[in-house]
């Protein structure tokens, strides 16, 4: 297996992977989506609310709210030593909201949650929780803990995860013409005359759709769009609660969990 | 009603956008091009800012009148 970083930055991650099969992708991507665990706020005790958002609405809109998560210092609930349906410090984190509308409307952002671990606050200050009219009132705590994505999708460290074949484009220059309808047709601009010539652009962008191949005036047509077996372009979109690497890596130890678990239960058959 | 935290269809983010967004198309700008530059590409996401209207701001307008009235109304019985 080869592995090429594309692109980079704190949310996202491109890379092209080559030597492997579609069957381990598709594991590494369903892995991703639902066993990586990350933080989310899943029981929330309401305390006083006039506002004029139902609790449940409420308590919703603070369950899709990501946080940042720490793996090292936090367990699985269902994995945590202290057996317990609360918690303890080891699997649970409290964050409180006391908000008061005493002059005029105000916004109350994921900011003004107040966190008892500073490493676990929300990704960004400034989602609009709810809006207080003058005189309402939100108090509320939130316990938040670790979960996997295929209990429910606010645990999904990840907004998108996606993987494609490798495009490979032949253009065969003793039948083109270079008339241009290819170029012209491609919806991600890959192709680009240059001269009596059909040029590749930006190959990645290739989304295999054919357009290009029937188009071509030609009979057979000159160009000719396929992909590289065992080739694959994997795209990863976090939704800030880990960074991209480390959602991979988390994927690929939990893989290797899961298969030895898994050769462990054919032992177990066999005997 | 109020902006939804995340996009309904791939979970990313969104509620924090919703304010600069708004603010930006209001003041001229256009609407696509305010989305590009928040960095939101997929049609999913752009819809959820697109097509969003902020119901909340009109319901509050009657909790802001009744608090309105009734500061008026304790004015007048403390005269």
């Given amino acids: ?271 | 009603m109020i902006i939804p935290v995340r996009c309904f269809t791939c979970g990313k983010l969104i509620g924090d956008k919703w304010e600069e967004f708004a603010r930006r198309v209001k003041m001229g700008e256009n609407a696509g091009d305010v989305l590009d530059s928040l960095g939101i590409k997929r049609y999913c996401c752009r819809r959820m800012l697109l097509s969003h209207v902020e119901i909340i701001d009109e319901v509050l307008r009657f909790y802001e009148e009744t608090e309105k009235r009734r500061e008026a109304r304790g004015y007048y019985y403390r005269e």
């Fill in chain 1, 1 to 271: 297996m080869e592995i090429e970083v594309l692109e980079k930055d704190d949310k996202n991650i491109r890379l092209l992977v080559r030597g492997v099969d579609t069957p381990f992708m598709n594991a590494l991507r369903r892995n991703i989506l639902a066993e990586v665990p990350c933080m989310a706020i899943d029981e929330v005790v309401i305390i006083e609310n006039s506002s004029v958002l139902h609790d449940e609405i409420i308590a919703h809109r603070l369950g899709l709210i990501p946080l940042k998560t720490d793996l090292e210092s936090y367990n699985l609930p269902e994995e945590c030593s202290c057996k317990s349906e609360f918690g303890c410090n080891l699997c649970r984190v409290t964050l409180t909201l006391d908000r008061e509308a005493k002059d005029g409307t105000v916004t109350v952002y994921s900011g003004e949650l107040v966190s008892e671990n500073p490493n676990i606050t929300p990704v960004s200050d400034k989602i609009p929780i709810i809006k207080l009219a003058k005189g309402q009132k939100l108090r509320l705590e939130a316990y938040a803990r670790l979960g996997k994505g295929k209990i429910h999708a606010k645990w999904q460290p990840v907004s998108m995860c996606a993987y494609k074949h490798m495009p490979q484009i032949k253009i065969d220059a003793k039948n083109c013409d270079a008339c241009g309808r290819c170029v012209e047709i491609c919806p991600k601009k890959v192709l680009a005359k240059n001269g009596d010539k059909i040029e590749i652009r930006d190959l990645l962008a290739c989304t295999l759709c054919q357009d290009c191949v029937d188009v071509c005036p030609k009979e057979p047509p000159a160009i000719e769009v396929g992909w590289e077996k065992n080739t694959f372009i994997f795209n990863l979109e976090s939704t800030g609660v880990l960074p991209p690497e480390r959602i991979l890596e988390e994927a690929l130890k939990i893989l290797d969990k899961n298969l030895e678990e898994f050769a462990k239960q054919i032992e177990v058959q066999k005997t």
